[in-house]
Structure formats: C-alpha cells, structure tokens
C-alpha cells in the first residue's frame, strides 16, 4: 500500500485522496520484507515535546515507580552527550545521511537512540515527519479527529481507553484524563482514515507508546507510517498477513534453532499460538520497557526484520533442551512461551543477541518469497473450487 497519504481540503469531501483506504477486504501482502529505500523523500527536522511531567512516584519512563527499575544498564553520561551530538547533527542533514550514509544511521540505531532525540528520531525514520508537514496534509489530523466516526470502533476504542498502561502517569496517573483523551483522539482518526479495516485492539499500545514520547498529531502520523507501511495487513480482517508472517517466523526458526523448529512441530503448535501479540503490538505488552525502546528505534530504522529477529532470539533462548523436556505438550510449551523468563528479555541480553542471530537479510528475505508463493498458491487452489 502506497505510504504517502494526499489530502485536499476541500469542502465538499474533507478527505477526499485519503479515500484510497477504501479498498476491498482482499489479504494485503508485503512484497518484500524490506522498507528501504522509500525513506528517500523524508525531510529535515523539527522540535517535539519534551516529555510528560514526571512526578516524584514515577520512573524516568514515567511508570509507577518500581514497574522497571532494576533493568536499566548504567550509561555514561558523557558517552551519552557525544551520541546526542553526533545524532542532532545527523538529524540535521538528514536526507544526506539516509541517501548516502544509511549504514551509519543504522548503526547509531542500534546502539540505541538517545532518549531526548528519540521522538524526533523517530519521526525521521518511518517517515510520519515528511507526511505531517506536507501542505496537502496541514489540517488532516483536526479533520479526522473532528469527523463522525463509525460508531462500532468509536466504542471499542472506548472500552479499551483503560485497559493500556494503566500503571503509567500518562493513562493511569495523575494526567489520566488527558492521556486517554489524546490516545482516543488519535486511535478515531486512524479508524476514519482507514475505514476498512478500522480499530484494532492491539493498536492502542501502538498509539499509546508514541504519546508517552510526542503529541498527539505526532503519534498519528507515526501509528499511520508503522500500520501501512511497516506492518501492512496486520490488522485487516482476516489477519492473514499476520498468519503470513508466523509461516516465515517458523521456517527461519528451522535455521536458527532446528531442535526447538523440532520440538514445536511435533507438538503442532502454530506459531500464530504464541507470536501474535508479539507481532501485533510490536512487543510492547511483552518485554521490558528499556527493551521495548531499544527494539522500537531499530524497528523505526529496519522494519519487521526486527521482530523476526527478536522472536527467534526468544523462542531459542526460552525452550532449550533442560526447558524442552519439561514441556511434554504443547501446554507446557506455550506457558513457557507466554512467561518468557526474566533473564533473556532484559535488554543486556536480549539486543546483544538479536544483533549478532546467525540470519541474513538474504535468508528473511529467502523465506519471506517462498512462504508468500505457497500461501498465493494456496489462495488461487481456494479460489479456484
């Protein structure tokens, strides 16, 4: 699906070339598990909010205090301004660095974005920035926000308004009228904006993580770059782009870790069983919040490669072989799955082993066509009775 959203503001249609949502409940599938290089069109940088008020029973993520401590890894503060300076440098030329120099932002993601760049990084990365400040697109978010939404997802959205972050002071804290407020607002407009597939349960956290980094508008822009450019079909009825992406997870696993590739399929466990929610909401409810951070700015620079890669470091480090014999059936096994141990989603183990996973690009890459060509063949055998 096209990334680059047109608006016009004219009065007889307010949204009139954001239409192009309106399409038909067929699956949508990625050609490719790679997003670059479309990030070639994204523009200079801009300033972002500086964070929500912390006050003084909240970490520095702004959770209740004692929701992460103890899983942060001691920085050096002067480390820490040298990446800030090299990355507000790099934000400044920012289409010089991407067309020429990706490698390098690349790698500045991986070793994780300075906290107070993140949100303007971020927006650099998927593209949300380039969308937002486009003329045609000025008062798109106040038109979408300010439109009748259908009535099926307004109320969904309501009812699940609680049910995110509740612990943290935006949603369940002191400014808890003001974060549900803004995770309302920016959760309706993507449900306008894409009518078809409309709410989706496992957005919210989407939505909500980028509020507690930048405005509302912000957030949008950045929900509708990762919904259709990063993860697209994933919320389409039907999920089977989703189903699509479990079909890969499990064939790479078969390199990675064949003896726990082994294990599950003996037990016919599919991995839609125990990777959805992962994928769905892009680990949010799964990990650590410093892992869930470190993921997010490498997912914002390389795509879904990144959480296949994060997957397979999970499922081999949380079933080995002293694990495995204690899971006699699948039961067992997806527990162990749904409780991942402590010791291997903290981000000191966990970003050190997803960067150095023994899989190419070329093998994703592999899997991802042989996987889209048996589930198109399988399609047309459907189609065709």
């Known amino acids: 699906m096209d990334d680059e959203f047109q608006s016009n503001v004219e009065e007889d249609d307010p949204l009139p070339k954001l239409r192009n949502h309106e399409i038909s409940h067929q699956a949508r599938f990625r050609n490719t598990l790679s997003i670059r290089p479309e990030e070639d069109q994204m523009s200079e940088g801009s300033e972002v909010m500086d964070g929500s008020v912390v006050s003084s029973v909240t970490d520095k993520y702004g959770f209740i205090s004692g929701e992460t401590e103890g899983v942060d890894p001691i920085v050096d503060v002067e480390i820490l301004r040298r990446r800030e300076s090299k990355w507000l440098e790099m ?134 770059a990762i919904c259709d450019k990063y993860i697209p079909g994933y919320y389409s009825p039907g999920m089977e782009a989703i189903q699509l992406d479990g079909d890969i997870l499990f064939g790479l696993l078969k390199k990675v870790a064949p003896r726990v590739h082994k294990h599950l399929k003996s037990q016919e466990i599919e991995p839609i069983l125990y990777m959805t929610e992962w994928f769905l909401c892009l680990f949010a409810r799964t990990l650590p919040w410093p892992s869930v951070l470190r993921l997010w700015d490498m997912f914002c620079c390389e795509g879904v490669k990144v959480l296949f890669r994060v997957a397979l470091v999970l499922i081999k480090n949380a079933l080995p072989r002293k694990v495995r014999r204690k899971c006699p059936s699948m039961y067992e096994t997806l527990d162990v799955l749904k409780h991942l141990p402590v010791n291997i989603v903290s981000e000191e183990f966990l970003i050190p082993e997803v960067l150095r996973l023994n899989i190419t690009e070329d093998d994703m890459e592999k899997e991802h066509r042989k996987q889209l060509k048996r589930r198109k063949a399988l399609q047309q055998e459907k189609n065709s009775r």
Request: charged letters at 25%; hydrophobic letters at 35%; glycine letters at 6%.
């Open 91 to 224: 934000l400044s030329e920012w289409d010089s660095y991407m067309m020429k120099n990706y490698k390098k932002v690349r790698e500045r993601c991986r070793k994780g974005i300075p906290p107070s760049v993140r949100a303007r990084a971020w927006l650099h990365l998927c593209g949300a920035k380039y969308q937002m400040e486009n003329p045609e697109n000025k008062n798109t978010f106040r038109k979408l926000c300010s439109s009748r939404g259908e009535q099926r997802w307004t109320d969904d959205i309501e009812k699940d308004l609680h049910r995110n972050f509740p612990t943290h002071e935006l949603f369940g804290g002191e400014y808890e009228k003001i974060g549900q407020g803004e995770l309302f607002r920016v959760l309706k407009a993507y449900s306008v904006l894409n009518p078809v597939d409309g709410y989706c349960q496992a957005q919210a956290p989407l939505a909500a993580l980028l509020l507690m980094n930048m405005p509302s508008e912000q957030a949008f822009w950045c929900l509708v």
